[in-house]
């Protein structure tokens, strides 16, 4: 014992006490900077996606100056019984006017309303694009001295990682009993656009009063995939992107972007205006056009003896996120590719079936049926990456067809022992099969053209496709671009 009763501590228990109290303190700041973190990336997200957080709406009634304008009333009005004068019966006739002009006619408005949402047509709208949506209002009673907000949810359900925008419009509708708002709804992507929830709030000219009302309205657009722009023909080639092919003529060396297919074919095209070729079709492609026939006068004809080689094509389209990073840019831009190439040919007269670990579908360039590139467009813009299942060993067990084209469309230029299947089962009637891959950039670098190599060691034809024009934008500005306005 030391002398006023303290105790000597051990300077080895001390040092033990100090360091836990280190390790405590540690565990509190640490805990202190992620509940920090965690609030002020929740005020980033709602900020980013362009509406307010859940608990405080847009638009909201003003308590406070409501609490100060009925106290005010009712001193005026007491004020106005008691004395009698001009004075306070002037404040109790203003301040009774504001109460009804900004409480009661906002409240009255807000019943009986109706609501109809008019979406444009499907098939009308492509990624890259803008849609215009008009919100109808119907109300009972022609107050006047109010306004409309209208607030729709909506959200892309095609998305790897789906999330809810909001977009909003006011209108000052006067004495009309029905009045028509309309938004701009910006298509970033293509897929399937849930409209949800749909909020219309009454509003006073003082901006006192706000009343909501939520209505639960389910619409769908689905947004097409959008085509490369130009068909692929001006667009200049890729360096390494066609591999140790040499190019078969002057018109297909020029044309970098057409069909990957016809690079065999073209090899076997035979030109002139006899039984080899057909009048030119709106949709052909002009790769295919006999210029030799067109020079002599017979008009322009197409080379019909490119479709005879290979009357079917079978499309593969990987569905896996992870080949394309987890970029639904890329995803979309491979989708793009998948349905300019089913256009082309579908559009030539060929037979194209196109693959997918969730569906198939077939349709036939001679059938009298219009609406199969429509049926074909719908449901690629209902295709959604997996990020898990099926989509990775869906390629084992997909059967290849015995004679025809074999295309395959993915992002995954790394792991080329998941395409060793398609030389294998491959038949030779089929030809070579090409794999179609989309790249980030325009670029190809050294990695990826050791990985062209090895592939076409295996016997696998390799295509690298930049980002289609609607993605483009989106994966050069990289992290983030879904919070501005690209164009």
Sequence with gaps: MMPGGASKQNPGEAGRDGRKRDKQRAKQNGRKRDRQRAKQDVRKSNAAGGWPEADKPYYRTRRVAWCVIILA????????????????????????????????????ASRGLKIVRTLPGEGEKAAGEEAVISVEIERRWRFPFVWFAVEDDICNESLMSPSTMTCRNVAIPGSEACSVLTYE??????????FRNITVTVGDWLGLTAIRTTL???DELKVWPSLPEGTGLSMPPVTGA???????????SAEWGGRIGDRDMSKRAVSGSGPDSRPYREGDSIRHLDYRAAARGRGLRVKSAILEQYPSSTMYIDTLAESYGGQDARFESCLSWAAFEAKTLFHAGAHVRIVTPGWTFEMEGTSAKSNQLQELFGLLAGLRAETEGSGRDWLDHASLPARGAVHVFSGNWKEAHR?????????EEAGRPALHLVM????????????????????VRVRWLPPAEAGAAWLKAGKGADRYALG
């Design 73 to 108: 009333l009712a001193g005026c009005g007491g004020a106005a019984v008691v004395r009698g004068g001009a004075l306070e019966w002037y404040a109790f006739a203003v301040l009774l006017g504001v109460a009804l002009f900004s409480g009661v006619l906002p409240l009255a």
């Design 185 to 194: 709804l910006p298509l970033r992507h293509r897929g399937v656009y849930a």
């Design 216 to 218: 639960n309205i389910r």
């Design 242 to 252: 066609i591999g140790d092919e040499p190019a078969y003529d002057s018109e297909a």
């Design 419 to 427: 395409w060793l299947p398609l030389p294998i089962d491959s038949a």
């Design 440 to 459: 980030e950039g325009t670029d190809v670098t050294s990695e990826m053209r050791s990985s062209q190599r090895e592939l076409e060691k295996l016997g």
